[in-house]
Each structure stands twice: as structure tokens, then as C-alpha cells.
């Protein structure tokens, strides 16, 4: 008995597991939405379809589950691209069902004709043209398989004609849903085993790979006396419980755990694709673990590489590990890690210059206050700093930023999909000013489809993060100031809860009152603009940057500028 393609398609991705399609509706995408009115999976009416990608991939990393996204011709799908970019980065299983306009009419240059498989090939692991009613059925199956086992994008685009033709295939293609469980050979697990047993001051570097491993690495690390530092990534599955927890290095981690990885004589890193060469150490002997044997020494050299799942090979590990019973590179590790947490812990915790509102204060005292299984999605840049180094995750917790592909405007639109997915939970969005406004317009988008994001606006005029960039290269910031309008008052507009905030004084029942609002509301904060991100360690030509800058900014007749910047970080 024959059946429309498009229904064929949405059936198929309804026995993925997809429960939420995002996307907005139109001409070549209107009769696969009418079958996803008629099936369980909901359809997420965004106002950008760039906010949708980013809340497709949300959801589904999050959940691990297949998420779908849908557009239009020519434009519309055309929008999705950078989401799927920050989808392919992060290892997020989504499918986007790319419409096309009439197969008869491809290759005329007919009015929204867009060759995507060329647009999208770089993105994706799966993209490809259903080309006939029959091939239907095998190819959706084959782009939500690629997609689910390579947890990554893939596009399956659809000519309007062929999504409303018949198709009479019934040759019974189904998606296969498999968790396996991958784990070095026991000759590769001996030869790690007698680099780590040789070693004398060793050091774990855990990323988003140990996700699932938390009781693994600290046993681990328990044996091998072995400090324990973390990337960004890392940070929701490691920070924890963990006694032997020392930080995060890198460009945004402290003293510690960066003076632990570059001095050790043996570092185990431990699904971690961290990109900045320089936070590696020269002479250390690497022993690499990661589920994508590409990534083995693709940053730095490394003694010994595997493939394998970080819970199944450190299970399989710790029994060849001869126990330690100290080590004064642990102990000293340790203090020095307690000592910079606290300081930089009272330094988080004061006020501005005249009662000025720091950013970073505004992440402790959410820290504090939120819920204890909140979820935190924080745009690029200055905000996603402060999430990332004062927002302490518990086990519960999750946060998320665009950390491997750096784009602005992620925040709003990941959480809208983790909200999406998870009605009932807390969802936090930190917004810079600069990546809010770039897709305000999907405020509409928590009050159409009803979903009680807390949105804080963090706004310092600029891009703060940008010219921070621009100081450490000698120039007084260009082209970075921001002349934005009342959000507080923009959100009552839109149908949102709605609030300012620019003194400390009120911060804390600021915030109160907002979390505590039914339904979405957004909670413009004022912050201190002078605020600068200090990494760990500074080498020679920022500083001389900064030096620069700050002869620049006296001659420019803007040494007031100096003097505030002086008195918030130093």
C-alpha cells in the first residue's frame, strides 16, 4: 500500500527516538510539517532557525538522543548552518531535513535553489539528496543510523515533489539504536600501565570524555597519588566529589592545575582534545585515551595512544596500576590548588568600584542560590567565563557554552532545547550582551512555546571579550561598544517577566525575584566594564600588549579608562 514520502520520513525518525523537531514553517517544508503535526514528536516554532540548531543540539547532547531540526529552501535551511557547526563540535546527534525546491527544476539556478551538499558537507558526517520515492525509506534510515553512531549532524535533503509523492517500498529499513563498549587490547593497557608505574610526579587532564567515569578517574588518581585537572568540557563530570580535583588548566583555569600539568613527569589525559598546544608539557611522558583514535596526539606528541571508552579502560586499567602510598608532587599540588581557590574565591565574591556589579560575583552568587540540578547555557565570551569558573558543578548540575566552535548568540537557543526536553528543570541562561541581542527575537519563542528560561543579560556596552583581545595587542578597543536598550524592559514587551539590576545592593534580591518568576524572565544586570579575564599564565607578548595599551590609552586622553580597569583587577 503506498504512502507520501514525508510520511515515510517523519515515521522513520519517530522510531529513531526523535521527540522534538525545531524549525519554521514554509512553502517546501509544508507537507512534512503536516505529518509531524500527526505523529508524537512536537514541533518547536522557533523565530530564527539559527536558535533552533542551537537548541537541537543542546537537547540532544544532553539527552544523547537523536534531535531533528527542518527548513525551508534556499534560506531557510540555509540558517541552520553555524548550529550545526557547534552540533558537529560537540558531538551531538541531530538530523536536519533540508527541503528542496522541485527535483525538475535543479540545476537552472531556479528562485531559493541552493546546492547543500556542498554547504553542508563540512559539517556533517551524513549529507545527502533523497532522489526517488523509493529510496525513501533506506536513506532517512541511513542518515539517522550515521548520525546516532558518529554522534554528529546529518542533513537528508528532500525535493518538495519527491516529499509528496508515493512511495510503494516496503522493504522493512530500520534504525539500530547500539551502545558499545570499546576498551584498549591487554597489550595496550600493559604498556600504559608500565608508563604510569614508572612515573614519579603524574598528573590526570580529564575532558568530556569521562563523562560517565567520574568514580573510575578518582580511583585512578587515588592510586597513582595523581592530581587531577580538567578542561572546560570536563568540568561537569569531574569537578565533584573528587578529592584529588585540582581545577581547570588552560586559558580559562587557574594556577594550579596549570603549574601541575606543565611540571609533571607523566600526564594521563583522558578524553580531552584541549587545542592549545601550549598548555601541554615538553617533557612529560603522554598517555592518551580517547574514543576517537584521530584525536591520539593530534595536539601534542604522546608516548602511548589508545582507543577505547574511558570508564571500561580505566576499569580494566587500575588492577595493573601498582598503588602509591604518597607523593610530595601530590601533596604539593594540592596546597597550592587550596590556597588559589580561595583566593580566588574572595576576589569573586567582592563588589566593584562606587557598588559596580562584577560579572564574576553575579555567577557566585548564582552558584549559590540556584537549584542544585540547575542547568547553566552561557553565550561566548566574557559571561562564559564566569559560568565556567564560578558555577560549581555537583553531579547534578550541567553546564554548556560554545566551547569548541566559539560562537556568540549559543546561550538563549541551547537553552530553549535543554528546557524543551526537560520541562521541569531549572534552565539558566547567561547572556552577553552582545550574543543576546544578535537572536533576541526567539524571547518570543519562551512565551509562544511556553518555556520558563531565566535569562540574565550581562551587559558591560561591548564585546567585552573582544576588546580583552584587542588590549592584549596594544590597541584601545575598536569597533566593541555596544549601545544597548533596557532589556528588562524589552522582556515585559515581549510577555516576559522583566527586571533591571545595576547596583550590588539589589543584586541578591534581584535575582531572587527572577528566579522565582513563573514562567520565562529575563534579568538585565548592569555589570562592571572593566572587568578583564587573567588566565593562568602570562606570556611575554600580551603582556607587552597590555603594555601597549595602556601607554595608548594615556595619549588618546583616555587614561581614566586605565585607572578604572586598574582599580577592578589589580
Known amino acids: 500500500m503506498a504512502e507520501k514520502v514525508a510520511k515515510v520520513i517523519i515515521d522513520t525518525l519517530e522510531a529513531a527516538g526523535v521527540r522534538n523537531c525545531y524549525g519554521i514553517v514554509g512553502d517546501t517544508l509544508n507537507v512534512i510539517a503536516g505529518y509531524i503535526d500527526r505523529s508524537s514528536i512536537d514541533w518547536v516554532h522557533m523565530r530564527h532557525e539559527e536558535a533552533g540548531a542551537f537548541a537541537a543540539q543542546a537537547e540532544a547532547q544532553l539527552m544523547g538522543r537523536l534531535t531533528a531540526m527542518a527548513g525551508t529552501c534556499g534560506p531557510g535551511s540555509l540558517h541552520f548552518i553555524n548550529g550545526l557547526y557547534e552540533a558537529h563540535r560537540n558531538r551531538a546527534p541531530v538530523i536536519l531535513l533540508a527541503t528542496q525546491v522541485l527535483s525538475t527544476e535543479l540545476g537552472f539556478h531556479f528562485i531559493q535553489e541552493v546546492d547543500f551538499k556542498s554547504v553542508f558537507r563540512d559539517c556533517s558526517v551524513f549529507c545527502d539528496m533523497i532522489y526517488s520515492p523509493e529510496q525513501a525509506l533506506r536513506k532517512t534510515v541511513l542518515a539517522c543510523q550515521t548520525a546516532i553512531a558518529k554522534r554528529r549532524p546529518a542533513v537528508l535533503i528532500i525535493p518538495v515533489d519527491i ?64 592530581p587531577v585537572a580538567y578542561t572546560s568540557r570536563g568540568k561537569d563530570f569531574l569537578q565533584h566529589d573528587n578529592p584529588h580535583g585540582i581545577g581547570l588548566t588552560g586559558l580559562l583555569g587557574n594556577e594550579a592545575a596549570y603549574g601541575a600539568v606543565m611540571s609533571c613527569d607523566t600526564l594521563l589525559l583522558l578524553g580531552a582534545d584541549f587545542a592549545w598546544r601550549q598548555f601541554y608539557p615538553n617533557k612529560a611522558n603522554i598517555v592518551q585515551v580517547d574514543i576517537e583514535s584521530v584525536n591520539l596526539g593530534q595536539r601534542h606528541p604522546v608516548t602511548v595512544g589508545v582507543t577505547g ?53 553575579v555567577a557566585t552568587v548564582l552558584d549559590r542560590v540556584a537549584a542544585e540540578d540547575a542547568v547553566f547555557c552561557a553565550d561566548d565570551g566574557t559571561v562564559g567565563v564566569w559560568m565556567i569558573r564560578h558555577i560549581r558543578s555537583n553531579g547534578k548540575r550541567r553546564t554548556f557554552a560554545s566551547l569548541l566552535h566559539g560562537t556568540m548568540a549559543s546561550g538563549l537557543g541551547s537553552a530553549l532545547g535543554i528546557q524543551k526536553a526537560q520541562p521541569q528543570r531549572q534552565v539558566i541562561t547567561l547572556a552577553g550582551d552582545g550574543g543576546f541581542a544578535m537572536l533576541m527575537g526567539d524571547l518570543l519563542t519562551c512565551v509562544q512555546e511556553n518555556l520558563p528560561v531565566k535569562i540574565a543579560v550581562f551587559d558591560n556596552g561591548k564585546l567585552g571579550f573582544v576588546e580583552i583581545e584587542q588590549k592584549t595587542e596594544g590597541m584601545v578597543g575598536l569597533y566593541t561598544d555596544l549601545k544597548n536598550p533596557d532589556f528588562g524592559a524589552l522582556a515585559k514587551v515581549c510577555g516576559l517577566w522583566g527586571e533591571k539590576v545595576d547596583k550590588v545592593d539589589r543584586l541578591e534580591g534581584a535575582i531572587a525575584d527572577w528566579l522565582a518568576a513563573p514562567g520565562p524572565a529575563l534579568l538585565h544586570i548592569k555589570v562592571e566594564p572593566m572587568e578583564l579575564v587573567m588566565p593562568p599564565h602570562t606570556e611575554l607578548k600580551p603582556a607587552i600588549g597590555m603594555a601597549l595599551y595602556a601607554a595608548n590609552a594615556i595619549l588618546q586622553g583616555r587614561g581614566g579608562e586605565l585607572v578604572e580597569m586598574i582599580e577592578e583587577n589589580l
Open 163 to 226: 516529499a509528496t509523492a508515493d512511495t510503494h517500498d516496503t522493504t522493512p529499513f530500520a534504525v539500530q539504536v547500539t551502545h558499545p563498549v570499546v576498551r584498549p587490547s591487554d597489550a595496550e593497557l600493559d604498556l600504559m600501565a608500565k608508563v604510569l608505574n614508572a612515573g614519579d610526579k603524574i598528573a590526570i587532564y580529564g575532558g568530556s570524555g569521562c563523562e560517565g567515569a567520574h568514580d573510575e578517574v578518582v580511583a585512578v588518581a587515588d592510586a597513582l597519588r595523581a
Open 309 to 361: 571508552d574511558i570508564k571500561p579502560t580505566l576499569e580494566a586499567l587500575l588492577p595493573r596500576l601498582k598503588p602509591r602510598k604518597a607523593s610530595h608532587f601530590y601533596d604539593r599540588t594540592l596546597e597550592h590548588y587550596r590556597k588559589v581557590a580561595a583566593h580566588h574565591q574572595a576576589a569573586a565574591e567582592k563588589p566593584g568600584p562606587q557598588q559596580a556589579i562584577p560579572g564574576k560575583l
